[in-house]
């Protein structure tokens, strides 16, 4: 049974335990799983005619996952979108619920009506097969999402691509309406048309996660990040945010003559903030999966419903800057099994970051003439 996907890296790494999925596989294996199907099929492996729905929202998956997990499976019928918006309306599936696909396909409407759904509910989607259940006893190892249903997918908001064994098969669609309207679906959800290819009609382009990645067709939780650049404070400043499936991540350069500070904002709600920062044994940030100076640790308090770290590196170590493609910003517990932040890539915002560093290397060669 596949329940969660995470990346290498995400909100928190577990070094030397089963992770996420694995805490909520556990979880489940020590207490009874209450899972409710809401159509008449009682098995997906009968290839039913409606897309089945598995909504699993037990004490337990609420406590790990902190939001119902929500099985879509079988064949994508016209009527699907319209039973499940009815869930959706009833609250029975609330907004950033988290959504698992498994279809061979379908209509391809009721596909993008699924799709904007997701999108409306800020809905997280994933491959994966029900859990067992007296109504659902079979459940396949393999997860599959083609044709409609890769459309219902890139509803997502956040969208993670699949691992193991599930596999992700992208469709061009034959037709000038309908291939009109599937590339105006498509852009509306920010994806790329060019990745659902261009085989003739009934021929599946196979992705893989690495490939879904590249393709922006999977962002594994995280929206592009932003940036934003220009004068502060007698120096300069460059603002990153992005938007995580855990919160909001921000990254604030600042650069003066005294130094480069660096503040992260880690926004997870109000009460686990004040928990991570009471647990923490070392707080710092990393440049390029290495420390970001050689005195690495900075100082972490909790404002309103984030963790801030901040820190002040000399403006002699910014050589690694302008070439960075990676910044974090990471707090460790008391066990040393976990560490919890985030991390940022730099290649969305390359040209806001040399241009920061430029104007932040001007700023250090000012300083060392005013000195001489």
Known sequence: ??????????????????????????????????AHDTSDSASQGTNPSQLAVQVNDDRMTLSVAKVPQVYLYG??????????QALVQSNKIPQNSDIYLN???????????????????????????PR??????IVPKTSQCVDACAYAYAGGLFRWAPTGSDRFGAQAVAGNASATDATAYLKEMGVDPKVFGNLPKGEVTWLNSEQMRQDGMSNNGRLTPTAVYGPANGGTSLTLTQLARDGE????????????????????GADRARQMVARATHSYFEINDKPAAEDNHANISTVGSSVVFTQTIPLTQLN????????????ADRGGNVRYGFWMEMDPVRNELRNFSNGCQQIAKQAVASKS
Not at 132 to 137: D, L
Not at 252 to 266: K, P
């Open 103 to 129: 279809s061979p396909g379908g209509d391809m409407a009721a596909g993008m009506a699924l799709g904007r759904l997701f999108r409306a509910g800020k809905m997280t989607t994933h491959l994966g097969s």
């Open 1 to 34: 049974m596949q329940v969660v996907h995470l990346p290498h890296r995400f909100g928190y790494q577990l070094r030397r335990s089963l992770g996420f999925a694995g805490m909520l596989l556990t979880a489940m294996a020590a207490s009874p799983v209450h």
């Open 75 to 84: 064949t994508i019928d016209a009527g699907a979108a319209q039973r499940v």
């Open 320 to 331: 690694q800057l302008p070439t960075a493609y990676l910044m974090a910003a990471w707090l």
């Open 132 to 137: 067992r259940t007296a109504r659902q006893p």
């Open 249 to 268: 991540h921000r990254l604030v350069l600042q650069c003066r003559a005294d130094g480069l500070s660096i503040t992260a904002n880690y926004a997870i």
